[in-house]
């Protein structure tokens, strides 16, 4: 099928295209009805199916007779390990582990909560979870423990999973100190913790609440656990993600939804096999890690490589081109800033030289915009098709792509291409109207949502109602501005609201706002994401103190610096506060962000015509913008 008949198909007949992609998961109960429209709009996709989504990575696999096959490498090279999973191995860790969590009272709907580093640990965990039908929350270990208290508190999980620590290249990451400080925060109580202990830090565990994993896994009281068929609406894992506010949303996944488009995507998208190896180069506690280092590829029964360790530094920026090689990488997916690392450190790409990167196929980015710089860097070096490809958090899988499995097409830089089937992407003018070609917009999402995408936010059906589905209704709003062109090729030129793009991770400037305003000096404030070379975008803090406050302005940014750090977490990577006298506002008080952005970038912002006090904008820019080159 073309892409033109595919898309035309998922819009017009989306029951019959779907319905035939569920075909390749294995049900228990095979679904009768496939798109559930009584509750719009609240859309529930294969309501009376029954599936688990642990059998269909690991169980089916094994029970075709693919048990000796490649499920699972886990490179590390910050600890200088290596270590293979058969899926029939795998699948013996996955129902051992559930059955501790089943001794620790884990049972179906029940939530966990897994705070890990990138150890195969944390997938047995999310695995082990779907087969008990219990649902998994990862946060991120870059989080600090407060915002691993807010998610505890609003997941209410009965068990959380964690390791001893993380392994940062430049310094080893207690975790465990972290999760007991977040336990103290919380309102919840939870029952039991299960902890990785790992010789780089070892932890001290609570007696009567944290149970040692490796002595629970080799426990003769422990018996495999086998997995619970669950209805596909059914969740399978909560994800928080960063919203305008300092309160991340829970973005739920199902499971019927979820298998069905993650599997499609694997062969429409991006073009993989069985046999394939296929690597994300991203982290379990973001989205990528959950949909294309677990789920999709071991639904589709290829290998999937765990890589703990960075694109420089670990030990050089030939890195990925050594795991490439080793392990006979055929799809690499990361991130841009990933690129711009190894291209700052070694801009020749010298290293390459040193290694046979010939399994490799395609290389896939997302996260953030794919600068052309980075395009053309990495499409002449690595001689491969690099494909830009654009979702969220809430999608879990691509919107707009270059479908390499179904029909590839020209690359244009800049743009991630079409929309994937299944999405009717609409770029809409502030009334809400379509935007003609080269008219930037808001993008939006005619509903239904595909299959995957989120039904709804954790227990807070409200929220989703009035974060996503408000402003244009029938359409979800993704948050993202852009045009598509004459070719119907989407552009995406970057978030509408407060949220920023860090290296590849997504931030709210709400929840760094927060930790600046609490400051006792602080009157006012405000972050916003200028962009950086490397990362794409940083954050930047401007406070205004409070009248009458003796304290040096240098002491109180530092100590800002330090609040953000220790309770947002290092990945916010917020680096500069300022103080200024004033920040310019509306006339109706609101913070010109923009315009603050815009100078910060160094770019000739227009005075706004609903600014009340345009003299803020003199004694800020001197503060505000970057130095002028020699
Ligand atoms: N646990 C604890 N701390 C973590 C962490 C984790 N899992 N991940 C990151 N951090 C810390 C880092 O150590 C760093 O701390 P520092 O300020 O003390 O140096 C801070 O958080 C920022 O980390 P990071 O964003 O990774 O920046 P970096 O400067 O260390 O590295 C890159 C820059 C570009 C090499 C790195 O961001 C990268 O590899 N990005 C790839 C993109 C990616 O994986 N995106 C995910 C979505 S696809
Ligand atoms: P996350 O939910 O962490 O995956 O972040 C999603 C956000 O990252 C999107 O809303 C975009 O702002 C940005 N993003 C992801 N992929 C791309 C891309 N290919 N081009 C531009 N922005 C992207």
């Given amino acids: 099928m073309s892409y033109a008949d595919a898309f035309a198909r998922s819009i017009a007949d989306p029951q019959g295209f779907w319905n035939e992609a569920a075909r390749a998961v294995t049900w228990s109960r095979a679904p ?11 859309y529930r996709w294969f309501p009376d199916g029954e599936l688990n989504t642990c059998f269909n990575a690991l169980d089916r696999h094994v029970e075709a007779g693919r048990g000796e096959r490649l499920a699972l490498i886990y490179d590390s090279p910050v600890t200088g390990t290596v270590r293979r999973f058969t899926y029939a191995e795998l699948l013996a860790e996955v129902a051992r582990f559930a059955g501790v969590l ?4 884990v049972a179906e709907g029940d939530r966990v909560v897994i705070y890990m580093p990138m150890v195969p640990e944390a997938v047995v965990a999310m695995l082990a979870c779907a087969r008990l039908g219990a649902v998994h929350s990862v946060v991120f270990g870059g989080f600090a423990p407060k915002e691993l208290a807010v998610r505890i508190d609003d997941a209410r999980p009965k068990v959380v999973v964690s390791a001893s620590c993380g392994i940062e290249p430049s310094r080893v990451v207690p975790y465990k100190p972290m999760l007991d400080a977040a336990l103290d925060l919380a309102a919840h109580r939870l029952e039991r913790c299960v902890i990785l202990q790992r010789e780089q830090a070892v932890a001290e565990l609570v007696p009567g609440r944290d149970v040692d994993w490796a002595a629970a896994m080799t426990s003769a009281a422990t018996g495999p656990a086998g997995c619970v068929p669950v209805k596909a609406t059914d969740p399978l894992y909560i994800l928080y993600t960063s919203g305008t506010t300092g309160l991340p949303k829970g973005v739920v996944r199902d499971n019927g ?13 991006y073009g993989a096999l069985p046999d394939d190896v296929f690597w994300a180069a991203s982290d379990v506690g973001w989205v990528v890690g959950h949909s294309y280092i677990v789920y999709g ?46 291209k700052r450190e070694d801009p020749a790409a010298t290293l390459l030289g040193k290694y046979d990167v010939s399994s490799l196929r395609t290389l896939f980015l997302a996260g953030e915009r794919l600068d052309p710089d980075t395009y053309h860097w990495a499409s002449e070096k690595l001689g491969v098709p690099v ?22 097409m020209p690359i244009k830089p800049g743009s991630p291409t079409v929309p994937v089937p299944g999405y009717d992407v609409r770029v809409l003018d502030g009334d809400g109207r379509e935007c003609a070609p080269g ?23 409200g929220r989703y109602v009035g974060s996503y589905l408000s402003a244009f209704p029938g359409h979800y709003l993704t948050g993202d501005g852009g045009y598509r062109d004459e070719d119907g090729y989407l552009f995406v030129m970057g978030r509408t609201d407060d949220v920023i793009n860090v290296a590849g991770h997504r931030l709210s400037t709400g929840s760094m706002e927060a930790v600046l305003a609490a400051h006792p000096a602080v009157a006012e404030c405000a972050v916003i994401g200028v962009a950086d070379a490397l990362k ?4 930047r803090g401007f406070v205004v103190l409070k009248s009458g406050v003796e304290a040096d302005p240098d002491v109180v940014c530092a100590e800002l610096v330090r609040a953000v750090r220790d309770e947002v977490g290092a990945v916010a990577s917020l680096k500069r506060v300022d103080v200024v006298p004033a920040l310019p506002k509306t006339r109706s008080g609101k913070i010109l962000r923009k315009t603050m952005r ?17 003299t803020v904008l003199d004694v800020l820019r001197p503060v505000i913008a970057p130095p002028r080159e020699p």
């Fill in 32 to 42: 009768g009805r496939v798109l559930d429209r009584d509750d719009a709009p609240f």
């Fill in 102 to 105: 089943r001794d620790l009272g």
């Fill in 257 to 269: 939804g979820h298998a069905v488009a993650l599997l499609w995507s694997m062969h429409n998208v």
């Fill in 297 to 342: 590829p071991l639904l589709l029964g290829a290998a999937t490589v765990l890589y703990e360790g960075k694109p420089v530094g670990t030990p050089d920026a030939g890195a990925f081109w050594r795991v490439i090689a080793e392990h006979g990488v055929n799809t690499l997916f990361t991130a841009p800033t990933a690129f711009r690392a190894i």
């Fill in 387 to 408: 494909i830009d490809h654009w979702w969220q958090t809430e999608t879990g899988w691509p919107v707009a792509a270059n479908l390499r499995g179904l029909e590839p």
């Fill in 439 to 461: 008219q930037e917009g808001a993008i939006c999402l005619r509903l239904p949502l595909p299959p995957g995408a989120l039904p709804t936010l954790w227990q807070d059906d």
């Fill in 536 to 539: 794409g975008q940083v954050p």
């Fill in 598 to 614: 815009g100078m910060a970038e160094g770019a000739d912002e227009p005075v706004p015509s609903t600014i009340e006090d345009a």
